[in-house]
């Protein structure tokens, strides 16, 4: 045939192809996992972020009702959140 040249040149079309799709399926699977992962750490930290805002928020009500020195209810917030962050596990890097 006048063709058959062309055959190993397809082989190596197909070849090269096969390789670009797995190599993007790779990639995909990666990029999904990263993106799992960022997904829970941002749930995370938003409801940490807002346990430390109710916490600030019930000792703004302390004041308010109480009447109790501001000096004293800043102290409790800023130890409080100081324990918080303490305890918060570093695993954004």
Do not use: C, H
């Amino acid at each position: 045939m006048k063709f058959d040249f062309l055959i190993p040149y397809i082989q190596y079309i197909v070849y090269v192809l096969i390789g670009l799709i797995l190599l993007y399926l790779r990639t995909l699977v990666k990029e999904r996992a990263k993106i799992r992962v960022l997904r829970k750490k941002n749930k995370l930290l938003t409801e940490e972020t807002e346990e430390i805002k109710s916490k600030y928020n019930k000792e703004i009500e302390i004041i308010k009702n109480e009447k109790v020195n501001a000096e004293w209810a800043l102290k409790k917030v800023v130890s409080e959140v100081k324990s918080m962050f303490k305890n918060m596990s570093d695993s954004i890097r």
